[in-house]
Each structure stands twice: as structure tokens, then as C-alpha cells.
């Protein structure tokens, strides 16, 4: 269906009516000028994300309900990286006359997907027109103790540096699905080879914001020193923790968690694993340091695994392999 | 100076130097995974707004300082609208090849200014290249005492409709400026003619959140039974506030307050002054009503004026001329 059939505000109408509101402290959802929430004894965190059609993902293999579960997702995971629950989302989408009405049906129900399985409420919008392409803003508010918000400067040295998951997965799910693209422009008669490779490319399409590594800290009563999730890779994460501590870190390479099937598609593509983890990005894990103290307690900590420790910003942001010299960490710029 | 040199961290990190924060509540601002402010015994408010280069703004002839300003304000008068206060915003861009760092300085001076002209935070965003031109997201955060929040649902039949400042004019400075880009397109040394024009396109590319009204609401001890900000046209926004509210209203056009400069450029271009009052938009003027009982008080509201009354529904939401017919309110679409 065109969306100029429905109009602005028919296309708004029709996808207000799919929410539902979960939070007591969500006075107003979708259709005032702002929407209004509760006061509360606990701290506001607040994030943005734009994704760009062309930069951020590709259409030929992203399908529009994982798209916007993952847009949502990741904004989640940036109010989970300050120890804090998300609970309200607000969308803009700038939409060329490409799309019908359908597919920003199928964009909502998946970021209302998201929504559900994390407990959070879509309480506004903004949709307009685009000359090219789609465009998705999602701001995320949410909410934290205040003396439980963990930020990146916190880290101290002897702290445990700890990572829920593992990385390097979406980033060869990525590779994976160009791949395929490529095939598939040549000779739009193949089918795509992506059997054996799902934990890979679920992991690409539709990552999952770490809910329950914040919940297990929690329960186990820990509040890490410093904490960022893993969006620009594992390099280029830990570094802004360093500089914001103003710390350094040594890492070992041997553990740093790879999946088996990340692993299996570095080599079949003759690419090295352990760059997709450390510039890949796109994991949504979280990246946190705890004091040496707590030690005991990351058994704890819903799989996370201890991958190195921060030292004095003196002795370096450095990866150390099992054998050979150690090399410092370097960030990626923009990709 | 080319994005690129700087790299994404670069160009953020020299953005945000310019940064000051003014209220107490923002524990964190720019620079962590979500910005963190402080638990109020105050409601919050927000809002998302996206603009669209080709869509919202064409910068033939919109500066970018401007367009930063413009983007800001828009945001703030959602949070005035509410009858709230803007406290904290975050900025998402979507930047393409052709902007230098100079031009994304240039925006942000403006968003910065109107952030120190009205109070607000900016504590956060994204920065990501795009494939075309230039997209700006906007999400406003502000607060309001829980019991003096005003909806677009609350007007009741007899209530009077009041509108602050007057309408058109923006609508007709852009309508100026389009005029004079297209003398430019013919004859690039023509100078553009906009001298005596000045009202008319400040009221386009620099226009004002009505923070006094909101203020003068606050000192007259008035809390408006609905209100919503002028950004589609009074056609349109008045439709709104009958919508939700499930009322009627009668406006009269003598009522409606246009300014002389929009009239007299209305008539030199020989178009309706009353349809760009009407269905022109981003006046970003407060249309609110209050009870009939408050009659008196209209005057301390900031120069607002008494444009028409709330009436049933089944009398319809109609504009009605000194002489003549009454006519429908109708509003307009995507634009």
C-alpha cells in the first residue's frame, strides 16, 4: 500500500495502534507533543542512535522486522552499558517513496518485538518523507539507582576487564551475507549458502542487547568499576574505557571467546578471527571491569569471561598473544 | 577542513569541547554510553523530531548556524507545548561527503546557542557519514510538575482557544526565499531582495520556542486545559486538539493574528495570507484553550489572543469568515 493513501498521520494512527505499554511510569505514550513519564527516585539515562540505509545496513539481505529489532537493540544495550534498565524508545524514520506502508509495518513489529522482550515502552515519533532511502533515529530513556550507574571512567588499576559473550560474530555474519550478495548478483539464480552458519548471522540480523549479564550483576551484588558495550569492536571499546579512566589495559588474545562458527567462516574466508573481534564491532556485548577483589564472583556473572586486567596508563592498551611481542590496541575511525 | 582527517572520535571530541552544561540534574553529559540525569520529583517530558536535507531544509538558502538553531528550537517548543521545560537534548547526524568539518561547527554553534538561550543540556548523540546529503535527529527531554502537565486531550466545549504571537509569516518567508532562489538559478548576479522582508524570514530560518508564554502561563497561575505548538498549521494542529479531546471548534478568521510584513508579502505574491496562517506551519506559536472563567487573565498571557471557542462535537471544527459561510478546517498531509 502507498503511504501517501494514508497520509502522514494515517501511517501514524495505524502504527500507534500495534503498541502497548508495559511501564506504570509511562504517562503518555505516542501522540502528544512529548510523552510524559513518572517521576521516580531513580536516575534518567538517555541515548540516541541514527542508522542510514547504505552505512549502517544493507536491504538486499536485512530484512525490514530484523532491522528494526536491531535498531531497538541497540539502543538497549547503551542504557544496559550504564548498568540501567531501558523502559521508554522514542522512533523517527525519514522514508523514501521506495517503501509502502507494509514494510514499515514489518520495521515497527520488530522493533516492538524488542520492546516487549525487554520490558520497554514506544512512546513517540516522528515520520516523515526522504528523498533517498531510509533513515531510523531511536532515542532510549531508562533508569538506574544512583549510586548504581556505571560509567566508562571508572576503571582502576589491578581491575578485572570482564566480557559477557563472544565477539567476532556479527561481523563475520556480515562478511558472510555480502558474500552471498555478490554470488547472488552474478547469478540471481543461486540460492544462498547459509546453512551451518546460523549463530553467525543471527548474531549480525538480530543481536540481543545483554539484559541478563545486568540482571546477574545484580543478583550477584556487583557493581562493575566501568562498563561499555561493544559496538565499535573490542579495540576500539576498551580504549575509550582507558582514556576515560585514564588507565591502561593489557588484554590476552587467547581469552578473548570466539564462537566455533565465527571461527569456522574466518577460515573458510581465509580472514583473521581475531580481527572481526577486535575491530568487527557490532556484538552488543558487554565489556566491564571489576576489582580484583570480586574475583570469585565473575563465576557469577552469567558466562562472563576475565580477558585481561587494566594496568597504569603507562604501561599501554596492549594485546598480548600467547607468544610474541605484545601490540598496542588501535581504534577503528569511522566505517 | 575534511571530516576524514578527524575521524568520528576526532570530530565528536571537538564538538563537545564547546559544550558548557547549565543544570544541576545532568550528572553526565556527552562522552559515555547514555547521558545520566538526576531523579526529580518533576514528570519528564520527551520528544524526537527528524529533519531531512530536501525534505525540512534546503541549504541554498538556509544557514547552517540556522538550521542548528531551527532544529533545537523545534525540539524545545514540543517540551513548551507540553507545558514543561527543555532540559537536556541529544543530536543524532547523518553527514555526507560534501560537509567539512567547518559546516557540522557551524550547526552545532547554532544548536549550542539556542541550548544557552533556553537552558538545555545538549548531552549526547551519534555521528555517522551518510550516502547523501545532510539528517539531523533531534530527542528533547525536559520536565514539568506532575499536576501541570497540559495534553492535546483536555479542551472542553466553551473553553476559549488562544494563540500566542501570529501565523504565516514562516510560511511566507519561505515562500520568499524559494522566490529568490529561482532568481538566483536564472541570474546568479542578482542580489536576493529581502530587505523590509526581515520579520518574515526570522520567522523561517530563525524562529522561537515560546518559552515567555509558557512563563507567563506559570506567573498568572493559568494551566491550559490543552495546548500543542503551531508546526503542521492551525488547520491541522487545532484538528488535533478536537481529535483527542473530542470536542469542536469555532475560529474566527478576524481573529487570527498575522503580522503586517506576511500580509503585505502575501499580497505581493498574490497568495492567501489566511491559507499560509492556516496550513503554512512552523510558526512553532502555543495554541492552547482555557476555561471561559479565566477570561480575564487572557491579558497577562504573554500577548495572547482569544481566536475562537471550544464547542460539541457534533458542531464541528469549522473557520468562520466576518461574512460568509462557515468552512471546514481540513488538514493537510504529508508535506
Known sequence: MNINELGEFGLVDRLAKKIQIRNASTLKGVGDDAAVIAASSRCSLLSTDMLLEGIHFDLTYVPMKHLGYKAAMASFSDVYAMNGYPQQMVVSLGISKRFGVEHIEELYEGMLLACERHGVDLVGGDTSTSLTGLTIGVSVLGECEPDKVVYRSGAKPTDLVCLTGSLGSAYMGLLLL?????????????????????????????????????????????????????????????????????VGAHIYLDKIPIAKQCMD?????????????LNGGEDYELLFTIPLSLHSKVKDLGGAAIIGHIVEQSKGALLIPPNGEPVRLQAQGFR
Open 178 to 246: 555480502e558474500r552471498e550478495k555478490k554470488v547472488f548478483e552474478v547469478n540471481p539464480n543461486a540460492a544462498p549458502q547459509l546453512t551451518g552458519h546460523e549463530q553467525i548471522i543471527e548474531k549480525y540480523l538480530k543481536p540481543e542487547a545483554n539484559r541478563e549479564a545486568i540482571l546477574s550483576l545484580r543478583e550477584a551484588d556487583v557493581v562493575p568499576t566501568s562498563m561499555i558495550d561493544i559496538s565499535d569492536g573490542l579495540a576500539s571499546d576498551m580504549l575509550q574505557i582507558c582514556k576515560q579512566s585514564g
Open 265 to 277: 567462516m574466518a577460515e573458510e574466508m581465509n580472514f583473521d578471527a581475531v580481527t572481526a573481534a
